[in-house]
């Protein structure tokens, strides 16, 4: 009985190891997408030629309201 109870534990830790594991992993890959993500998206969010042309339109607009 004794043996039965110290194998049923042994095979518990090794399950709860895996357990741990599995959501370390899991939280590594979410983190390398979060990154990934974060550097595609900003250099496509301040990039120098779409910044230009609404500074242009804003002032054209501000010009026609000025004249009419």
Known sequence: MIQKRVREDQEEKK???IL?????V???TSLRHRTTKNLTTAPMTIPATTTTPKTAIQKTTL???SEG
Do not use: L, P, S, V
């Open 63 to 65: 010009k026609d309201y």
């Open 15 to 17: 399950r709860n190891e």
């Open 20 to 24: 741990q594991m599995k959501t370390a």
């Open 26 to 28: 899991q939280g590594q």
